[in-house]
């Protein structure tokens, strides 16, 4: 009898990204209803609706991507446009279209809701490394195609740090870009030289930039550098210190009174633990692992290379942000901000995640499967 050829479609990842997203959302209104009802008039729920209503918008081209065949991206036409696009919205910081929060320019606000330029060129850099990678294939073992490959990924990480000034995105990207190139390259022996490299590029830069000494030093003494950037450290060690084994139950965390600002953004994990303790917080660690293990199944199983890249750098993306996150919370690094993927509050990260997530379960649509 002829078998009979039917396609996979990863239902798991699906429902673990919902229900993440959802836990998001109840843990974005416990740790912001103080404050927004002291800033818009009593209205607690205020940033939990802005990011409902961005989580809504994201489902729609997150449904349109996995309904098409993500074998569309690999056009040299889809590809550069990719690219082009990412241009654009750097280019547009220029413009009065672009708006300025704490000090930095890094949003475009259009109609209704605003932008985050970082997370548009993440995407960007995704498909068109998958396209330049699958593309040259085995000739990445040339020494000059190799180069090109890391002009590739310096571009837009040189253009995120220079144009928006935001490093943590910037080191996001070229992490990607690396992941992926690492995943792709025959010859490994190539990240030796460039690992200690970098190695000796970042800690030149973090000398030359005094600002940045001075994070470094909190790091590592955040209770003398209180009044100079420690505060919201210690604070956040506070939280995860008081919460114990089983927290002190959802919505009654204390330090997210006006004691860890902006606990909806960077520091939510800091309030999953206070109010949900260690049970909590492994709980939120287990979903993100099993959300990095259904990608890495969907990746091994892709019915072509382009397909694997794809998700390489997808996987790479909420692994290295999930780390960052988790890392600068526990003050395992010295302090920056980045949010956690599906949870903390930012329209624009969730709707782009949730477009990568989509293109992941439109590659492991096309899985075939015989019977």
Not at 94 to 100: D, Q, R, S, V
Not at 127 to 136: E, H, P, T
């Amino acid at each position: 009898m002829k078998q009979k050829e039917k396609k996979y479609f990863d239902y798991n990842l699906l429902v673990i990204v919902i229900c993440l997203i959802g836990f998001g959302l109840i843990m974005i209104y416990s740790a912001s209803s103080y404050e927004c009802s002291l800033l818009y008039k009593g209205d607690s729920a205020h940033y939990l609706k802005k990011q409902f209503l961005a989580t809504c918008v994201g489902i729609l081209p997150m449904l349109i991507v996995i309904k098409f065949d993500y074998g569309i991206f690999k056009r040299k036409i889809m590809a550069r446009g990719a690219a082009l696009v990412a241009i654009f919205m750097l280019l547009l910081i220029f413009t009065p279209l672009a708006y300025e929060a704490n000090g930095a320019k890094r949003w475009i606000a259009i109609p209704f809701f605003s932008i985050q330029v970082c997370e548009v060129v993440k995407v960007c850099l995704i498909i068109y490394m998958a396209y330049f990678l699958n593309k040259k294939g085995k000739y990445l073992a040339d020494g000059n195609v190799f180069i090109m490959a890391i002009g590739l990924i310096g571009v837009p990480t040189l253009g995120v740090l220079l144009i928006t000034s935001d490093l943590s995105s910037a080191v996001i990207i070229a992490a990607i870009g690396f992941i992926m190139l690492f995943v792709a390259c025959p010859k490994k022996i190539f990240f030796v030289p460039i690992a200690i490299g970098g190695a000796f590029l970042g800690g030149l830069f973090i000398l030359l930039a005094s600002y940045r000494m001075e994070r470094v030093k909190v790091w590592l003494h955040p209770e003398k550098y209180s009044e100079e950037g420690g505060f919201q450290v210690l604070q956040s060690l506070y939280a995860l210190g008081s919460g114990g084994f089983f927290g002190k139950g959802l919505g009654n965390s204390v330090q997210k009174l006006g004691n860890i600002p902006e606990s909806q953004n960077d520091m939510i994990f800091t309030v999953v633990c206070e109010e949900l303790g260690i049970v909590g917080g492994i709980a939120v660690l287990i979903m993100f692992s099993l959300i990095l293990y259904r990608i890495a199944v969907v990746a091994l199983n892709a019915r072509d290379r382009f397909g694997l890249l794809i998700c390489t750098g997808v996987f790479a993306h909420i692994a290295v942000q999930t780390l960052i996150n988790i890392a600068v919370v526990t003050n395992t690094m010295p302090n920056t901000g980045v949010p956690l993927p599906f949870m903390s509050y930012g329209g624009s990260s969730v709707m782009f995640l949730m477009i990568e997530i989509g293109l992941v379960l439109s590659v492991s649509r096309h899985i075939p499967i015989r019977e």
